[in-house]
């Protein structure tokens, strides 16, 4: 009745790339589109199943850098999948499957290092104008004028605007993502990123084989993510070695429910996003609870970042739930017959997990890490791989980007015992594409089509209206470039 399960993970045609220093893929400058779908050899395996998650033989001398506050219980959120089908005898919704899922801002970071939603979810925690975060009185004789300095430079701010402008840095249209098109009062702010697997595992038959998986459809499931803490509360302190499964015990503090439209990858890569109910009072509470919505570097920031995409050595962190119970997708039958055990038997099946990794291996779609707590447990699947976060502006952490999303371990008895029990995930460049090509569905349902239509000729650097293309730099460039465009 949890997570993961017979996994396929994938290894291409194409051999993984060793590398010893550093060396950049050329295919990681693509940002056009979805990668095609390529001939794939099929490593059945395990995903991550009944794995010790004690520290094994992978030690790194560099944990000392690493920092420690950043805990899965503040990246992470324990995805649970629930389901009834008449046909199967069901009285009530039950177990099918458990995993981790994450939030990703939709919008950019802001230039000061604070993404909107977690702004505005200060503003919301904030009890006093007198007293900071954690209570002590603010320095200034006058925080008020401070607040209104802030307010009335908002307020400049939006002036111009119906709805509240895209947040982060400055750019040209066609360096926005697509949902910034649309004002946040009709999009969502952040995405729910999980496996595609977790969320329809009817959708994946080469992973399992049970027949009556197959008749359970989306109009049978409905999804909801929990907030985990510790026993000793949120205002605890947080202290992560990254070895494994974190010490103490942790219990769910919070649920939320999600709307029963996921987006899969169109060609199979094991990645889906979900949405948030209630999204901005939902947000409020999870932020005030400690959770962390992630990022994603833009399309335009990788095409112009020169850094490279894969480097051997790399340490990331790799967060999320390890998941102790056998998944309804496991068994061969479903007898219907168990109604007296209630969704709040569960309530400890999931523990957070957080592991130091080094990569070691890259093919275009997929890297493998080396992880220091050993293999990843059974529930990682959908968890992030988050890039170690640089000190920001006055000794503060920088914003969290993502590295990439867990997808399942090298099987522990493979040929090649250097990469046997490595952690495969697909890469944030990958991620992005499959976020592009999301939002750019959503909002062409959101908006009409004649505003989408000149939503799409500004992010291809065209305006009909004026029959102009423009330049990264902002320069119109000659309208004959149009017809190359």
């Known amino acids: 009745r949890v997570c993961v399960w017979l996994t396929l993970l994938y290894l291409f045609s194409a051999p993984i790339i060793s590398t010893t220093g550093k060396m950049m893929l050329s295919v990681a400058r693509s940002s056009s589109g979805i990668a095609s779908t390529r ?41 649970s999948v629930h389901f009834r089908h008449p046909d199967l005898g069901m009285k ?34 904030s009890s006093s104008s007198t007293h900071n975060s954690r209570g002590l009185v603010q320095k200034s004789a006058f925080p008020h004028l401070k607040e209104n300095r802030d307010l ?11 709805y509240d402008p895209a947040s982060g840095p400055p750019r040209l249209p066609h360096q926005l993502n697509w949902l910034e098109f649309c004002p946040t009062n009709f999009r969502p702010k952040v995405h729910v990123v999980a496996s595609s697997h977790v969320i329809s595992p009817w959708l994946w038959p080469k992973y399992y084989g049970q027949d009556w998986l197959q008749i359970v459809t989306q109009e049978h499931v409905r999804y909801s993510l929990e907030v985990w803490s510790s026993d000793e509360g949120l205002n605890s302190s947080v202290n992560v070695a990254h070895d494994g499964k974190l010490k103490g015990e942790y219990k769910p503090v919070a649920k939320f429910a999600l709307n029963p439209y996921p987006i899969h990858h169109p060609t199979e890569m094991d990645l889906a996003v979900i949405h948030l109910k209630q999204e901005e009072e939902a947000l409020k509470q999870m932020m005030k609870l400690g959770i962390q919505p992630l990022n994603l570097p833009t399309a ?28 309804m997708t496991d068994q061969e039958t479903v007898s219907g017959t168990d109604n007296t055990k209630k969704e709040e038997d569960d309530e400890r099946l999931f523990h957070p997990y957080s592991s130091l990794g080094n990569l070691t291996l890259a093919s275009p779609d997929r890297f493998l890490s080396q992880t220091k707590g050993g293999p990843l447990p059974e529930g990682l699947c959908g968890g992030p791989v988050i890039q170690i976060p640089a000190s920001g502006k006055n000794g503060k952490q ?23 029990g490595h952690a495969s995930f697909i890469p944030s460049y990958r991620i992005r594409e499959f976020v592009d090509f999301a939002e750019k569905i959503m909002l062409e349902q959101i908006i009409d089509s004649d505003l989408f239509k000149r939503c799409v000729d500004m992010k291809e650097r065209k305006n009909n209206t004026r029959g102009t293309v423009y330049g990264d730099d902002g320069n119109i460039l000659d309208s004959d470039d149009d017809d190359d465009e």
């Open 300 to 327: 335009h920031d990788f095409e112009n970042d020169d850094s490279p995409v894969f480097e051997a050595g790399e340490k990331v962190l790799f967060q999320g739930f390890e998941v102790y119970e056998a998944n």
């Open 92 to 125: 009530d919704y039950e177990i099918l499957s458990r995993a981790t899922a994450f939030l990703l801002n939709v919008d950019p970071p802001n230039p000061e290092g604070e993404s909107s939603n977690q702004s505005a979810a200060s503003d919301a925690t």
């Open 152 to 162: 009335r430079k908002e307020l400049l701010r939006k002036q111009h605007y119906s």
């Open 398 to 420: 920088a914003p969290m980007n993502i590295r990439g999303v867990v997808e399942g371990i090298v099987p522990t008895n493979h040929d090649n015992p250097q990469i046997a």
């Open 39 to 79: 001939n794939r050899i099929f490593l059945y395996t395990k995903c991550c199943r009944g794995l010790s998650s004690a520290v094994g033989n992978h030690t790194s001398n560099e944990s000392d850098e690493i920092p420690t506050n950043i805990s899965p219980i503040h990246t992470s959120l324990a995805l």
